[in-house]
């Protein structure tokens, strides 16, 4: 992955073109507005438009029980992880990624050219005071929670840390959750992209202490500066729907579950959880996997070595129970097993 073309994000758009079963996709289809009545009200919209920006920090604020001044608005999941770096950046002397990890966690200190490190020992890792921890939870790509990963770290605050919890959603609480508050010198983030299925709209969140999301704030006029009036806007009104969105993914994503659950166990596959996220990890059986798969039977997936992750691929599940189905039957026939 030397190469600056050599990505995740490229494989994914390269690939998706002639495939005809696709795994790659982490995130809920683009929401349909039109059956949650989420529509625009002009007049509404052009008086809140001076006050966008701070009538979503309140609405996300409200949702997480905390402060709006602990609120930073985003465009998307992306621009969190860059402002998020930044901070890390210049408040330690290295950031260390726990792998395997989301690309962009590790790709971005690297290429904007911040000290950083990898680490794959997870449960002997040795920080030193000058360094921070930057990862996901669930962890992206193999679904596993912060503190079944790394079971010390909630209990260990003396590192600066960052947690993307872009997939905490789909463990369906009934409020939103957040380890923000739960460890001391840690902030989190968030985007609307993957659970809301609203990516176009590019619309996230960090939250952290009020110092912290001063001091972010002005590192993001080095990125966007603000957030869309309009993506705000709309944002706040599916949040406005979340009860209704949440149980309506929860149906689709349990019963694809389900039905993972049995392929997996039929095919006799080594992965990682299936419950927590919107994808799980399934480790190869020394055959080349994710190429050979989309050659020979049109399914894409993310191959391991885009999350520095051990030999298999990354298989994504937010799809029509229909579809996926038929996609897994492809699947086992690049296994034999069908």
Avoid at 41 to 60: A, G, I, K, Y
Avoid at 63 to 90: C, F, K, M, N, W
Avoid at 115 to 124: K, S, V
Avoid at 159 to 177: R, Y
Wanted: charged share 25%.
């Amino acid at each position: 992955m030397d190469g600056i073309h050599d990505n995740v994000f490229r494989w994914i758009l390269d690939h998706n073109k002639n495939c005809k079963h696709v795994f790659s996709g982490s995130g809920m289809p683009f929401l349909d507005l039109e059956k949650y009545h989420i529509e625009m009200d002009e007049r509404e919209f052009q008086s809140s438009v001076p006050h966008m920006d701070e009538l979503f920090r309140e609405r996300v604020a409200e949702l997480y029980g905390i402060g709006s001044d602990q609120v930073l608005p985003t465009a998307g999941g992306s621009e969190a992880i860059q402002v998020a770096s930044l901070y890390l950046s210049r408040n330690s002397n290295r950031i260390v990624v726990p792998v395997p990890e989301y690309e962009p966690i590790y790709r971005v200190p690297s290429y904007y050219g911040f000290n950083f490190r990898t680490e794959p020992d997870l449960q002997g890792m040795k920080l030193s005071p000058e360094e921070s921890l930057s990862f996901t939870s669930p962890n992206n790509p193999t679904g596993i929670e912060a503190g079944e990963r790394m079971p010390w770290f909630l209990e260990d605050s003396k590192n600066l840390a960052f947690v993307d919890e872009t997939f905490m959603e789909f463990t369906f609480p009934q409020k939103p959750v957040t380890l923000f508050g739960k460890r001391e010198n840690m902030f989190t983030s968030t985007t609307m992209t993957k659970f809301y299925g609203i990516g176009p709209f590019r619309v996230g969140w960090l939250m952290g202490e009020r110092d912290a999301i001063r001091e972010m704030s002005e590192y993001r006029f080095l990125s966007t500066g603000s957030s869309s009036a309009l993506s705000l806007y709309f944002a706040m009104k599916v949040l406005e729907r979340r009860e209704q969105i949440r149980k309506d993914v929860m149906s689709m994503v349990q019963k694809n579950r389900k039905t993972l659950k049995s392929w997996l166990e039929m095919m006799n596959l080594q992965h990682t959880s299936i419950d927590t996220a919107s994808f799980t990890y399934i480790f190869n059986k020394g055959r080349e996997d994710a190429s050979e798969m989309f050659r020979k039977h049109s399914v894409l997936v993310v191959p391991g070595r885009y999350f520095m992750a051990q030999d298999g691929y990354r298989l994504c599940y937010l799809m029509p129970e229909e579809k996926f189905s038929e996609g897994l039957e492809e699947l086992g026939r690049y296994y034999g097993g069908l």
